[in-house]
């Protein structure tokens, strides 16, 4: 089991940046490849990036690639989620998200196991 804890979300105006944390519980994190995912208040949840288990690759949405950046710390169980230029499309609730891989290339941003509660981000005009 991996329990996961979403922070760093807030108010913040256009153009501004601001960085999201996710804590995993256990001592499986490296074995797991994290995602961002997001959900604006009446659409569906959308991917925002992944990364592989030991970080070296990483994948983004179209939406989000050259202003947000993915990263993590397995020393520390943590998954980061670097937003700049953030813009007022970018409101939503962050979730993080995990899934246990055997390759450490795979980013696929499919089949999540595991999910934290979220943190909101708004962005204003």
């Known amino acids: 089991q991996v329990q996961l804890v979403e922070s760093g979300g807030g108010l913040v105006q256009a153009g501004g940046s601001l960085r999201l944390s996710c804590a995993a519980s256990g001592r499986t994190f490296s074995r797991h490849v994290m995602g961002w995912f997001r959900q604006a208040p009446g659409k569906e949840r959308e991917f925002v990036a992944a990364?592989?288990?030991?970080?070296?690759?990483?994948y983004y949405a179209d939406s989000v690639k050259g202003r947000f950046t993915i990263s993590r710390d397995n020393a520390k169980n943590t998954v980061y989620l670097q937003m700049t230029t953030l813009k007022p499309e970018d409101t939503a609730t962050y979730y993080c998200?995990?899934?246990?891989?055997?390759?450490?290339?795979?980013?696929?941003?499919?089949?999540?196991?595991?999910w934290g509660k979220g943190t909101l981000v708004t962005v204003s005009s």
């Open positions: 990364i592989s288990r030991s970080g070296i690759s990483t």
């Open positions: 998200a995990a899934r246990e891989s055997r390759v450490d290339s795979d980013i696929a941003p499919y089949d999540m196991n595991y």
